[in-house]
């Protein structure tokens, strides 16, 4: 992951599976793994000057970060070691001019309206970024810089 400079801006789309389960009836959000990874990553987001957005659906995390080169490479250092998800693959890895995220340290929006209407537009019946394209990639990547809705630090407590 060394195709640009340490100080360019870049932004970076992976996917992972999770390696907990969701309790029968319990709304993905509301999950306490999802929670706590919120919490920490808005922390040390704003510590490393990252910002992106999250989304899970499915079990799969859909996840596209923004910073610089050093600060990716370190947080994707610690991503492979979090024993919360397992076998992560970035889809895109790309020098960007400014921060598309930049009013979140970690977005994580409330798309599950969006998420049927683009699956179905590919033909698929459900959320499974591992075989998304670089098109499907990039238009996710748009939904989420388009949603209005995320949870704010202060719903993650209540």
């Keep these: 992951m060394n195709a640009q400079t340490a100080d360019q801006l870049i932004r970076m789309t992976y996917v992972s599976k999770a390696t907990f389960t969701l309790i029968s009836g319990q709304k993905e959000g509301y999950n306490r793994n999802i929670i706590n990874i919120l919490t920490t990553s808005r922390r040390q987001n704003r510590k ?3 910002v992106g957005a999250l989304y899970f659906g499915n079990n799969y995390f859909f996840q596209c970060l923004e910073g610089t080169q050093q600060h990716i490479d370190a947080l994707y250092a610690k991503l492979e070691k979090d024993e919360r998800h397992t076998e992560l693959k970035v889809l895109s890895l790309e020098p960007i001019e400014k921060f598309a995220f930049s009013s979140w340290e970690m977005k994580y929006a409330a798309i ?9 537009s590919y033909g698929l019946d459900k959320f499974d970024p591992y075989h998304f394209t670089p098109e499907m990639t990039a238009e996710l990547i748009s939904i989420l810089q388009k949603a209005s ?3 704010a630090d202060h719903q993650l407590k209540n």
């Design 149 to 151: 809705e995320g949870l």
């Design 112 to 120: 599950d309206q969006e998420v049927p209407s683009f699956l179905k």
């Design 48 to 50: 490393n000057k990252l």
